[in-house]
């Protein structure tokens, strides 16, 4: 996790800088810190990623930065182009698809699983994430109804009782966040409906209905992916292309 620090005799930090904790190994701690700004969007898709920048914002040497991108490049989160450098990964469409199919078959049998195992603690602790993400997005928290979602589904994947299932969709959890941010304001609000709607299912036990929700709610927020890039201007799209020249400061 990163952390938001002044360092050491320092003022108000410009806007971008985060500095990490130094636990053993560094490099773990930028790994996880590069891979959080990318979600988050700190890190926008297409951006070309200086070492010297990026180890100015983390507060750390370039070396750990360096190991950082390497790793992230082997996951996906980065292009390694030589003669341009490392660039924030631009998912293809097919990319999107192949993940949320990938998604939807892991978390509908979650979603039957849970409706068959729920306990009433559960389907209380389920009950207090749709309200908690319902009130975070009617008040313009996108980040905090992001974590909170993908708390909600990651409960019901532990209530199903298979780990084989916990540790599947613990994989494609982050590159998941990842797709979802972007589309979170404009799902966010029907998002939570049907959350609602899995939820009252689950504690009824109803394993079909639970399981359909689950799909019909991971094929909304893929429509609505595709949809939001679609609607995206070529004035809009990363230009990988130029991008090492248009590089971006990373404070003002």
């Given at each position: 996790?990163?952390?938001?620090?002044?360092?050491?005799?320092?003022?108000?930090?410009?806007?971008?800088?985060?500095?990490?904790?130094?636990?053993?190994?560094l490099?773990?701690?930028?790994?996880?810190?590069?891979?959080?700004?990318?979600?988050?969007?700190?890190?926008?898709?297409?951006?070309?990623?200086?070492?010297?920048?990026?180890?100015?914002?983390?507060?750390?040497?370039?070396?750990?930065?360096?190991?950082?991108?390497?790793?992230l490049?082997?996951?996906?989160?980065?292009?390694?182009?030589?003669?341009?450098?490392?660039?924030?990964?631009?998912?293809?469409?097919?990319?999107?698809?192949?993940?949320?199919?990938?998604r939807?078959?892991?978390?509908?049998?979650?979603?039957?699983?849970?409706?068959q195992?729920?306990?009433?603690?559960?389907?209380?602790?389920?009950?207090?994430?749709c309200?908690?993400?319902?009130?975070?997005?009617?008040?313009?928290?996108?980040?905090?109804?992001?974590?909170?979602?993908?708390?909600?589904?990651?409960?019901?994947?532990?209530?199903?009782?298979?780990?084989?299932?916990?540790?599947?969709?613990?994989?494609?959890?982050?590159?998941?966040?990842?797709?979802?941010?972007?589309?979170?304001?404009?799902?966010?609000?029907?998002?939570?409906?049907?959350?609602?709607?899995?939820?009252?299912?689950?504690?009824?036990?109803?394993?079909?209905?639970?399981?359909?929700?689950?799909?019909?709610?991971?094929?909304?927020?893929?429509?609505?992916?595709?949809?939001?890039?679609?609607?995206?201007?070529?004035?809009?799209?990363?230009?990988?292309?130029?991008?090492?020249?248009?590089?971006?400061?990373?404070?003002?």
């Amino acid at each position: 996790m990163t952390t938001i620090s002044a360092g050491p005799g320092a003022g108000a930090e410009p806007a971008g800088v985060r500095h990490v904790k130094r636990p053993t190994p560094l490099r773990e701690s930028v790994y996880e810190a590069l891979t959080e700004m990318i979600i988050d969007g700190t890190l926008e898709r297409g951006r070309h990623l200086v070492e010297v920048e990026l180890a100015g914002m983390l507060g750390v040497s370039r070396q750990p930065v360096r190991e950082a991108l390497q790793r992230l490049n082997n996951e996906g989160w980065v292009d390694l182009r030589p003669g341009f450098g490392a660039m924030v990964h631009v998912p293809a469409e097919d990319e999107v698809d192949q993940l949320l199919a990938a998604r939807a078959a892991l978390e509908s049998e979650s979603a039957r699983l849970a409706a068959q195992h729920a306990s009433k603690d559960d389907v209380a602790r389920l009950k207090d994430l749709c309200k908690v993400g319902t009130a975070l997005q009617e008040a313009g928290d996108i980040d905090g109804a992001v974590r909170t979602n993908g708390e909600l589904h990651s409960l019901i994947t532990q209530m199903s009782g298979n780990r084989f299932l916990v540790d599947f969709a613990g994989q494609v959890d982050r590159r998941v966040r990842w797709y979802y941010t972007p589309v979170a304001p404009v799902r966010g609000g029907a998002s939570w409906r049907e959350h609602a709607r899995l939820v009252k299912a689950i504690s009824e036990g109803d394993e079909d209905k639970s399981a359909q929700i689950m799909r019909e709610h991971t094929e909304h927020t893929r429509k609505a992916y595709h949809d939001l890039q679609a609607a995206k201007g070529p004035e809009d799209l990363p230009d990988t292309e130029s991008a090492p020249r248009r590089r971006r400061r990373t404070s003002n």
